[in-house]
């Protein structure tokens, strides 16, 4: 099948964008086009948010349904001032924190952001990017880009340059290549409309820190927010997202339990010739080699950061050497490992635990 139309891609030094590199991005953005981008979560996918067939273009090519709504990114908290109304004082606090950096805080939105960025709500998601290519492009650009992962909807987000190709090649007008990502999860998403305020989506930001500036905050969705979507009765509503095609299988506890029935799962699996996948801690190694097909290692356990960073890139790459089965730790939830075990889950098609 003849390809219609290629996407242009330039690389990028994540620490020292050039210039004219990221005014070109802006000039795509200005004229309505789509541009993907590193972050330090994943590579996100904008389109200038206050031009509503721009943003329409976002939800085609991700094949996103229309009831999703978009993360707005902003250069400065005064920006985000203008696309807001009836700010709480824990916007302050937080936005003082943990801005510019990987936490979405969900607050009323004003009349100048437009329904498709929102999916209709009275809210709108912001936040302030700390990766040097965003904050650029947003300076260059001074105006708001929506932008959600730069996968297609319910696939593993993308982490590298490749990934955003690989599920979106020809719908994205320009990809900004700025190698691997630093944190490898998307941001936390926290919803100040809700007292107390609830992590909607855990992420780069840990529960921990966000408690300490703010007081408790319970994680997942409300009960009330639930019942809602339950009674949309739309696709998304399935657990499953972030999930690559082959069957992920979870295992927990203490190193040792883990090891040894991956191991032993392992081995059940490849005498029956099924093509069998681990994601390991470098621990986990010897053992596992022996009864799979592919291992990705994340570094030692404990290095949570480096299992966010590698999880997607694993499942991706799982997904091309035909692994049928993946066979993943799952880290305690602490700190990034609260994230870690949230995309785990539901790459396996499972609910994330309230709490
Ligand atoms: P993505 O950037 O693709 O990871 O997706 C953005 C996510 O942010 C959505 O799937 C929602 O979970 C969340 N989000 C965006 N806007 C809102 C909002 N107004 N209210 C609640 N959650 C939101
Ligand atoms: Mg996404």
Redesign the pocket.
Known sequence: VAKLKESVVLKVTPTAPLRRTIQEAATVLRRGGLVAFPTET?Y??GAAALEPAAVRKIFEV?Q?PEW?????HVGSVAMAGTLARNLPASFEALTARFWPGPL?L?VE?SERVPDE???G?????LRMPRHKVPMMLLEELKAPIA???A?R?GSP?PTRAGHVLKDLDGGVDLVLDGGPTLLGV??T?V?L?QSPPRI??PGGVSREDLESVSGPMPVGPSVE?ERVQRAMKSP?LTAKHYSPQATVELFGGELHEILEQMVARAAALQARGTPVGAIASREMMYSLQAHTDYVSCFGKWGEWLRYAQRLFAALRIMDANEVVVILCPLPPAEGIGLAVRDRLLRAAGKETPHT
Not at 121 to 125: D, G, I, L, Q
């Open positions: 994943v996100g996918l991700k996103r999703d709504p978009l993360i707005v979405t969900v939105r960025v929102t999916a709500r009275p809210t709108v998601a932008a959600p992962s996968n909807f987000s998307e941001s998403v919803d409309t909607l989506r927010d998304g």
